[in-house]
C-alpha cells in the first residue's frame, strides 16, 4: 500500500477491525519513511450481477428499481415501511441466494409479485398490472380470478 503522503510503498499495519457495518475491514497504517498516519479500508470485491432486460440488453443489477416498483405498488396502501423493507429484503435475498452473474427482468417481476401476493393483494394487482401489461379489461379480470380462487378461505368477491 503506497502512503498517500509521500509515495512511499513501504507501510505498515497498526490496527485491524470491522469497519461499522461488517463487511469490510478498517485498517490503521503508518508510513515507515515519512511517519504520517492513514486509514484504509479493505472490501471483498464481488462481481457484479448483471440483469436481462426484455430487449436483452444487459445492465447492473439496482436494488432502487424493486425499491421504487414496490413502494408504487403500495402507495395510500396499509403497508408500513418496515414490511417494505422486509419484503424487499427477502426479494433480493432470494436473487442473491440464486447464485447467478446474470438475472431477466421476468424472474425478478415473479419475485416481486410472489411476496406482493402474501402482502397486500391490491398493491399485487397494481404491479401485476404494470408487470404483465394487462392490455384490456378481460387480461386484468382473468388476474383478479386467480387471485380470488388461490384464497386459503375460499371465499369469493
Known sequence: MKCPFCNAADTKVIDSRPADDNSSIRRRRQCETCGKRFTTYEKLETIPLMVI????????????????????????????????????????????????????????????????????????????SVYREFKDVNTFMEELGKLLQNKPDGRKA
Open 53 to 128: 432486460k426484455k430487449d436483452n440488453s444487459r445492465e447492473v443489477y439496482d436494488r432502487a428499481k424493486i425499491e421504487a416498483g414496490v413502494l408504487h405498488s403500495c402507495h395510500k396502501r396499509p403497508v408500513s415501511p418496515q414490511q417494505i423493507a422486509s419484503v424487499i429484503d427477502a426479494i433480493e435475498n432470494r436473487i442473491f441466494n440464486m447464485e447467478e452473474k446474470e438475472i431477466s427482468t421476468s424472474a425478478i417481476g415473479e419475485l416481486v409479485m410472489d411476496k406482493l401476493k402474501d402482502l397486500d393483494e391490491v398493491a399485487y394487482v397494481r404491479f401485476a
